[in-house]
């Protein structure tokens, strides 16, 4: 897969739950090119075009990144802090999903400036719905920052 | 039908026609989402900073902005809301026929969460709010006081004019 | 006396002459000449046959090269006559002068002695003719020949003229008609919109209120938005694919005939319809309308099915530099006179009630495989035999094309 064709960024240090994700995805056919991390480091190199992933540029942001906020290495929050904080960055769209269900996390997540917050349904079945539905509005229904490049599926 | 449990949105836009035709189609959502509309900026910031008649409201959950609003254009209002500490982690959706890259960009630099075209086409503008209902009401959690969905069957809202 | 009679004669030869070019000089023609001739002698002789052939002559002569150049540059004469062989200078010089200058006039030379292999050379140099000193009478035939030329060559430069400008505002007209065909029917939907649902909603909202004649108005109001509403549609995806932003990649022509089946796979269930390919190339195009093409022409076959449920096959093979695709139905086919006229804007052959639609879907298609520098045609083979159904063909490019013009 081209770094630079990146439709999802998944960051999540679950394995479970990147599969079901990935397979939610797959199965909606909403989007070719998911990449999956498994911690916050990979995620900040990812995004800034850095370290293994120094072939990147930034004018070829994924359309869409989904943060757990329980990360290994680099928490969640400080990944959205530096994301939301450097211009090059700062408008691709992250949404946090995370099993967290404290009221703290939502305020500091929305404070730090995440376009969405959802927590994790429990049930496998709703989960898959979750991720169908926020493919579909994220990928589909919103409109990404413009000059962003548009991958044709 | 749980009335704590419904989603406080707030519709602001400045043509009746649409304001009402966005407030019955996010109302259709299976969801339960109680919808307060405002028809410019200065009532918009007045309902959320809960001033003069608003002093009884809460702070809604989600906030759908159009930009083409009289007096203070709604790039202003988003300003507004996202310099206010009181205000600034609701999520705001813009909502606007403007497909201008120049209205996107800003929006998004100016701390919006989302930007949706609002389609002229009926069964496409249906479409837009339909999936806004099903995203933002659905799905999301919003920082104030946990409003969690998941139970399909609850259609029936209360929609109030602001 | 004796002059005029000696202008008649010559007038007569003169005619005589003409009349083979097919031109008769039956009055005076002004003439303006500048002649490069280093005997005076001879030069006398020039100005002697054109006055016997009935010229007004306004003459003036040069006889260096610095004094041709001064003189052309002051005066702009109808013609140059030119003596070859001037000692120093050439009078083919003359010739490079005017291109110099950019000024177009006719030389003429005149010699002495010129073999023919010298005379077709200078000719290819440039100059328009020759004439020999001693047939001096050819002299103003070839004068004739050469303006008469020259007002030709003028005509035929304005003509061009005037259609590249015409080509230029006609190009220019289409563009503004696309222009505002798009900002129309852009701008129609809103307020279409606005009717469209509301005149739903009154009938949701009130039916037990409203009696049936009230249900029946309100349903044709709301039909009739409805109807509007995919036509402005059509119509705004029809303005569209005529503009400049037409991007072709090189694609695979399989995913995007997936794509367009992806969004038929409700009628496609409904109408039990079987959709058979071959592998299709992969060609520059513009994905979503290539796919707006395939949408179109297999929604058509599905629509216009007989009895049986449709069945549909998709092919295509290579021919030349272009590839040939095929959409074959076994539905109703089209009638032999029909074929012409089907691709044009809101032709319809059934009215509403039998099939739905509003007849621009094929024009849109047209436009569309045209702009790709392709053709499309429909083949139908319903001549005595009923329900054999349609066959659309269309062309491709293999290789990129702009605007239908080859690259």
């Known amino acids: 897969m081209n770094m630079n064709e990146v439709d999802i960024l998944l960051v999540d240090d679950s394995h479970e739950d990147l599969e079901l994700a990935l397979h939610a995805l797959r199965r909606e056919k909403l989007a070719n090119k998911v990449f999956a991390v498994r911690d916050g480091e990979e995620a900040l190199d990812f995004i800034f075009c850095r370290g293994p992933f120094s072939e990147r540029t930034f004018d070829h942001p994924p359309k869409l990144i989904l943060l757990d906020w329980k990360l290994p290495k680099v928490d969640g929050s400080e990944v959205l802090a530096q994301v939301k904080g450097d211009p090059r960055t700062r408008t691709i769209p992250i949404v946090i999903l995370t099993s967290s269900k404290e009221e703290r996390d939502r305020i500091k997540g929305y404070s730090l400036g995440a376009n969405s917050y959802i927590q994790k349904p429990v049930d496998f079945e709703q989960f898959r719905e979750t991720v169908k539905t926020l493919g579909m509005y994220w990928l589909v229904v919103n409109q990404p920052v413009p000059n962003s490049h548009a991958v044709s599926a | ?162 | 006396m004796m002059q005029t009679l000696a202008v008649a004669e010559v007038a007569q030869d003169g005619s005589r002459k003409d009349a083979e070019l097919g031109v008769v000089a039956d009055k005076t023609v002004a003439l303006k000449v500048l002649i490069v001739e280093d005997n005076s002698f001879d030069q006398e002789l020039i100005l002697r046959e054109l006055r016997r052939a009935g010229f007004d002559v306004n003459a003036a002569l040069a006889q260096t090269p610095e004094a041709f150049a001064i003189q052309i540059r002051g005066t702009c004469p109808d013609i140059v006559l030119a003596d070859y062989n001037l000692g120093p200078w050439r009078g083919m010089e003359t010739v490079e002068i005017l291109r110099r200058e950019k000024l177009d006039v006719p030389v003429i030379l005149v010699s002495g002695a010129l073999g023919e292999v010298e005379a077709v050379e200078c000719i290819k140099q440039g100059a328009t003719d020759y004439v020999l000193k001693d047939s001096l009478a050819r002299l103003p035939i070839a004068i004739r020949r050469a303006l008469h030329e020259k007002q030709i060559e003028h005509e035929r430069q304005r003509a061009q003229q005037d259609l590249a400008r015409k080509a230029v505002e006609l190009a220019r007209s289409n563009q503004d008609l696309e222009q505002f065909a798009y900002v129309a029917s852009h701008d129609l939907q809103e307020p279409l919109r606005m009717v469209a649902a509301y005149t739903q909603l009154l009938a949701e909202q009130y039916r037990a209120q409203l009696d049936e004649k009230a249900q029946r108005y309100i349903h044709y109001a709301v039909d009739g938005a409805l109807r509007m509403q995919t036509l402005i549609q059509d119509l705004l995806t029809f303005s569209r694919c005529g503009r400049a932003d037409m991007d072709a990649e090189v694609s695979d022509c399989n995913l995007i005939l997936q794509r367009a089946l992806d969004r038929l796979c409700a009628a496609i269930e409904e109408s039990h319809a079987q959709v058979t390919h071959d592998v299709l190339p992969t060609l520059p195009v513009n994905r979503s309308q290539l796919e707006h093409v395939f949408q179109n022409l297999i929604s058509n076959a599905i629509k216009f099915r007989g009895k049986e449920p449709p069945a549909v096959h998709i092919s295509a093979h290579p021919e030349a530099d272009e590839w040939k695709f095929f959409v074959r139905d076994n539905g109703i086919g089209i009638a032999p006179e029909n074929t012409g006229m089907i691709f044009a804007v809101f032709k319809r052959l059934h009215t509403r009630s039998e099939y739905p639609g509003n007849g621009i879907g094929l024009s849109i298609c047209k436009k569309i495989i045209e702009q790709h520098g392709g053709r499309i045609w429909v083949e139908s083979q319903s001549e005595g035999k009923p329900s054999v159904g349609a066959t659309f063909g269309f062309t491709l490019p293999t290789t990129r094309q702009r605007n239908g013009a080859s690259s």
Request: charged residues 20%; hydrophobic residues 40%; contains cysteine.
């Open chain 2, 1 to 162: 039908m749980n009335q704590d449990s419904a989603v406080e949105v707030l519709l602001v836009d400045d043509n009746p026609a649409d304001l009402e035709l966005t407030s019955e189609f996010l109302s259709r959502s299976r969801c339960t989402s109680r919808i307060h509309t405002a028809s410019n900026g200065e009532e918009a910031l007045a309902f959320l900073q809960r001033a003069g008649e608003f002093v009884h409201r809460a702070l809604p959950s989600l906030i759908v902005l159009d930009l083409n609003l009289p007096r203070k254009p709604g790039h202003a209002v988003l300003a507004a809301i996202k310099q206010d500490p009181s205000m600034r982690q609701v999520p705001v959706v813009i909502f606007s026929t403007s497909q201008a890259p120049a209205d996107i960009q800003r929006s998004y630099e100016l701390g919006a969460n989302s930007y949706v075209r609002k389609p002229g086409n009926l069964g496409d503008f249906t479409f837009a709010v339909t999936s806004i209902g099903e995203f933002w009401v659905c799905c999301a959690n919003f920082p104030n006081g946990d409003t969690k969905k998941t139970a399909p069957t609850a259609t029936l809202t209360t929609k109030e004019n602001a």
